[in-house]
């Protein structure tokens, strides 16, 4: 065979095999350690389990039971208030934020952005565990600046009480993930036309008027993003509330979770076959929501 | 000929690299797989001072077993029952001793009693004779089908520590708080709400309800592992504690953390703790600077001549059915568990009295300690041991925890709002719907 054949046939080998060995690790990893454990929880989920040795087929009886457990309403309206925080309250914090940031006229824009997105380089458990010490009755920085502003009782038990674990998780979110998501919202509103603006000035547009046609339009995609994500987040919350309740649901399950929820019956009670149903569960729900959300938006139309 | 490298590589250098380095990584990886220990036993605790015991009672051990290494491994108390029963669930990595919490420990006897990963101990107690000179009812906890899954660390009696220089300031006999409403009408003299309260009381979780469940002699489940949380002894407990927890009239608070306690005791936030003998020595670690003002007395009791004492907390050791060799395993149980001499050095280090009766009477035991204003630690303990109620338990002890902390939290919160009306049909109520709870957990296992 003549060098320039070699050649040629190598090179036409490899062009056409490199491709799927490139894409082997990833495939192999995913068949393996996504594919695999997702079938698989499927089809636990219609067993009751004791360890992968002890299991008992029950049909949809994990589905049946999960529907009427009380502990997994309770998990849901928690989630579902969280959620709701996260985008009604977090998502327009974070606009507003951005916006703010992204005034030309504000000295030192850089070291605020830096700033506000710092609490994102430590990590979830980092934070929870600043926030517990943060929220100790007494000796607590927060109920010691309360108490000195407004009076409120120095041992408010904020981790402790009922009616205040779920206003905690909210705070400690706040502070962490309104930064981040004011990065998002930035880099959107740069990407507007200023034009835009000019127009809109021209032809006597208010700051509101210029918002609502201007602002937001410019930003939707970004916009949908960030709410999907930030609610799909919201439903997978699990860090914060284990570190910062030290590993229960809280008093009288206010902190519980639906992926807490999870975590009790699959490590606790040693039931992955109920786990897997709740796992399953979620999912659907997320999906759905997610449709909604999208729906909501807008994102199905396409533009003409 | 003048062919360059990139002819034969039609993607570029960049990709080829990254497949070379994935390449090399993998067969690195494949010919240097991660080091097996070297030891022939391995035991996990979660508790720091059971690890630092055990670490300086492994070479006597050795010595007495030629050719054996022990290792012990300290594995964080969440993680251990998560890891093991990890470890249960893939065979892999499973240890051949460890230490489980009492409360923890029966949710491994769930399943078919021949799957659990435990061997039974039954045998080894019976011919070694320990299993007489153990307290009985600290077997309990760790017995489930006729079989014994683990032997017991601990007694786990509770006495009440007390800051003495505040008592002795404020002309507080403790010989005089011989029962709970004695020590409530003290209580309610000394709490300055916000500022110093009687006793650390959580109304958030159990911790503290349950001592005193015990202490009345009720419980989560009977002896058969049926469900006691909804007894009549629950409910009366719930009513006496509620309001000692919460509510402005309270003589108990809790920081929900303890974070801080070593701020909380030195500022005298707190007069007094509910203390099962290992929480002394972390009061001692925690707290350094209260040496010699604190003091140890029993538990008022609920009525003249009553119990006075409680239990809180426990840990078994077990031995797993993946040991190589169990009669050495046992072994190791054997020097560490019931040896006298190591019992007695163990004491010292973790403060922790034993179940077997006839260590009690080891002059460790009767020392007088300096951070206890010089009271004879040990023989305080051991003085109560016996009247140490049972613990009873079932493989859904953890939900029944949990469930009796939503009920303690619920029964504060209600309180807050309410006050003394209806409270105790609120209670009721509660208890019922938890324990119904927990009892549908039950009936749907099938194993």
Redesign the interface.
């Known amino acids: 065979m003549r060098?320039g054949e070699l050649?040629s046939a190598?090179?036409r080998l490899?062009?056409r095999y490199?491709p799927y060995?490139?894409v082997a690790?990833f495939v192999l990893v995913f068949f393996i350690f996504m594919l695999y454990p997702l079938v698989n929880s499927l089809i636990l989920a219609f067993y009751?389990t004791?360890?992968?040795?002890?299991q008992?087929f029950?049909g949809f009886?994990n589905f049946v039971?999960l529907l009427q457990?009380?502990?997994f309403h309770t998990a849901i309206h928690n989630t579902v208030i969280y959620a709701s925080c996260s985008v009604f309250l977090q998502l327009p914090l974070s606009l507003g934020l951005a916006m703010l940031l992204n005034q030309a006229r504000l000295r030192g824009r850089n070291f605020f952005r830096l700033g506000f997105f710092s609490p994102n380089l430590v990590g979830q458990v980092f934070v929870a565990v600043l926030f517990?010490?943060i929220f100790?009755?007494?000796?607590g920085l927060l109920n010691r600046v309360l108490h000195a502003l407004f009076e409120i009782?120095?041992?408010t038990?904020w981790?402790?009480?009922?009616?205040l674990v779920m206003p905690a998780l909210v705070l400690t979110s706040l502070w962490m993930y309104v930064g981040f998501n004011m990065i998002y919202f930035l880099a959107a509103l740069q990407t507007i036309d200023v034009q835009l603006y000019e127009a809109a000035d021209v032809d006597g547009a208010s700051p509101w008027q210029k918002f609502l046609h201007v602002t937001v339009p410019g930003i939707r995609p970004v916009a949908v993003f960030v709410i999907v994500l930030s609610t799909i987040g919201s439903f997978q919350l699990f860090e914060l509330p284990y570190v910062m309740l030290?590993?229960?649901?809280?008093?009288?399950?206010?902190g519980l979770t639906i992926v807490m929820y999870l975590y009790?019956n699959g490590?606790?009670?040693?039931d992955?076959g109920f786990a897997s149903a709740i796992g399953w569960m979620l999912t659907l729900g997320v999906f759905v929501i997610s449709l909604v959300q999208m729906g909501l938006t807008g994102s199905w139309k396409t533009d003409a | 000929?003048n062919?360059s490298l990139s002819?034969?590589?039609?993607?570029g250098k960049a990709?080829t690299v990254i497949?070379i380095t994935?390449l090399l990584a993998t067969v690195y990886l494949v010919v240097n797989p991660v080091a097996t220990p070297d030891s022939t036993l391995r035991l996990w605790t979660f508790a720091r001072n059971h690890y630092l015991a055990y670490v300086e009672g492994t070479p006597a051990f050795e010595a007495a077993h030629p050719g054996t290494r022990l290792e012990i491994q300290l594995v964080h108390g969440?993680a251990v029952s998560?890891r093991l029963?990890a470890a249960?669930?893939?065979d892999l990595d499973v240890p051949d001793l460890v230490e489980v919490g009492i409360d923890r420990a029966a949710?491994?006897f769930?399943?078919?009693v021949d799957?659990v990963g435990f061997i039974d101990l039954t045998p080894y107690l019976e011919s070694s004779g320990f299993g007489e000179r153990i307290v009985e009812t600290r077997l309990a906890p760790y017995r489930n089908r006729g079989r014994i899954f683990g032997i017991p660390h601990d007694v786990h009696p509770v006495m009440l520590a007390y800051r003495r220089d505040i008592f002795e300031a404020e002309g507080i006999d403790p010989t005089q708080l011989q029962t709970w409403d004695d020590f409530i009408e003290v209580g309610r003299r000394l709490t300055v709400?916000?500022q110093r309260y009687m006793i650390e009381l959580?109304?958030?979780?159990a911790d503290e309800f349950n001592v005193f469940l015990y202490q009345r002699g009720g419980g989560l489940f009977d002896a058969d592992g049926n469900l006691t949380m909804d007894s009549d002894i629950a409910l009366e407990t719930l009513v006496w504690f509620t309001p000692l927890a919460a509510g402005p009239t309270r003589i108990g608070?809790?920081?929900?953390?303890t974070?801080?306690l070593t701020?909380?005791i030195e500022t005298g936030?707190f007069v007094t703790l509910l203390c099962p003998d290992w929480r002394t020595k972390l009061l001692e670690i925690d707290v350094p600077r209260m040496e010699g003002r604190m003091a140890l007395m029993p538990l008022p009791a609920f009525e003249p001549g009553g119990r006075r004492t409680s239990v809180r907390g426990g840990t078994m050791l077990g031995i797993t059915k993946a040991t190589a060799d169990k009669d050495l395993a046992w072994a190791v149980a054997e020097h560490m568990y019931l040896d006298s001499e190591e019992l007695a050095a163990r004491f010292r280090e973790t403060n922790i009295l034993p179940p077997l009766r006839d260590a009690w009477l080891l002059p460790a035991f009767l020392e007088p300690r300096p951070y206890w204003s010089n009271q004879p630690l040990g023989k305080l303990y051991a003085d109560v041991a016996d009247d140490t109620p049972p613990w009873y338990t079932s493989p859904?002890v953890?939900?029944a925890v949990?469930k009796m902390?939503?009920v303690v939290?619920?029964c504060?919160?209600y309180y807050r709002e309410n006050g003394d009306a209806g409270l105790r049909d609120f209670a009721r109520t509660r208890l019922g719907?938890a324990a119904d709870?927990v009892r549908?957990?039950v009936e749907?296992?099938?194993?």
């Open positions: 060098a050649k190598v090179f490899q062009h490199a060995v490139f690790p009751v004791s360890g992968p040795k002890s008992v029950v009886a039971f457990d009380p502990d517990s010490v100790i009755p007494k000796f009782p120095i041992d038990k981790l402790g009480s009922p009616e030290e590993s229960t649901a809280g008093p009288d399950n206010a009790q490590w606790i009670l040693g992955l | 000929m062919r002819e034969y590589l039609p993607f990709p497949l994935t969440d998560r029963r249960f669930w893939a949710s491994f769930r399943g078919p799957d709400p916000g959580n109304d958030a979780k608070a809790s920081l929900g953390s974070k801080i701020q909380a936030y859904f953890e939900k949990e902390g939503q939290a619920a504060g919160a719907a709870e549908r957990h749907r296992n099938p194993f």
